[in-house]
C-alpha cells in the first residue's frame, strides 16, 4: 500500500506568546467541537475565511470582541478557554513558523519557534485535526 504524501503549507509570522497562546486555544475548541474553519467562521458570522485567516497567521491580531463572538457561537462557558490568564506573559516577539500538512483523511497543525539560525525549531503544539474536505453527497432527490 502506498502513502500518500501530505499537501504541505508552512506559514510563518513573528508573534508573541499571547498570540501564541490565544491561536492554541482558538484551534484546540475549533478541533474538540469537529468544526472546520469556515464553519466556526459563519457561526460567528464574519466572511469564511476569517478562522483560516487568523490560524494561518494572516490575522495576527484578533480582537477581545471577536474572541467573544467565538466563545458564544460555540457555546464556550469559560472566556479564559479562549483567552489565556498568564501571570508573566512574554511580549517580546519571536518567530513562529506554522506547518499544515493535509493527508487525505487527516490534517496535522504543527506550531513551531524558530530559536535562530544554529538552533533547531521547538515544537511549541501539535494537534491532529479531521480533514474537512466537502465530499459531494449523491443527488438527494435518488436518496429520499
Known amino acids: 500500500m502506498e502513502v500518500s504524501k501530505p499537501i504541505t503549507k508552512v506559514h510563518s509570522a ?6 501564541v497562546a490565544i491561536l492554541y486555544r482558538i484551534i484546540i475548541q475549533r478541533i474538540a467541537r ?20 487568523v490560524e494561518t497567521l494572516k490575522i495576527k491580531n484578533i480582537l ?12 464556550i462557558k469559560d472566556y479564559g478557554a ?11 516577539k519571536a ?10 483523511d487527516w490534517v496535522s497543525c504543527h506550531m513551531e ?6 538552533q533547531d525549531p521547538a515544537t511549541v503544539f501539535f ?12 443527488d ?3 436518496i429520499i
Open 14 to 19: 513573528k508573534l508573541d506568546e499571547v498570540q
Open 34 to 53: 469537529h468544526f472546520s474553519c469556515e464553519e466556526v467562521s459563519f457561526l460567528m458570522g464574519k466572511p469564511l475565511h476569517f478562522i483560516a485567516d
Open 64 to 75: 477581545a470582541i471577536d474572541l467573544y463572538i467565538m466563545k458564544e457561537a460555540l457555546e
Open 82 to 92: 479562549l483567552y489565556p490568564y498568564t501571570a508573566n506573559p512574554s511580549m517580546e
Open 95 to 104: 518567530l513562529y513558523r506554522f506547518t499544515i500538512s493535509t493527508y487525505p
Open 113 to 118: 519557534k524558530v530559536n535562530g539560525k544554529d
Open 127 to 138: 494537534l491532529p485535526d479531521n480533514n474537512y474536505a466537502i465530499v459531494p453527497l449523491p
Open 140 to 142: 438527494a432527490a435518488a
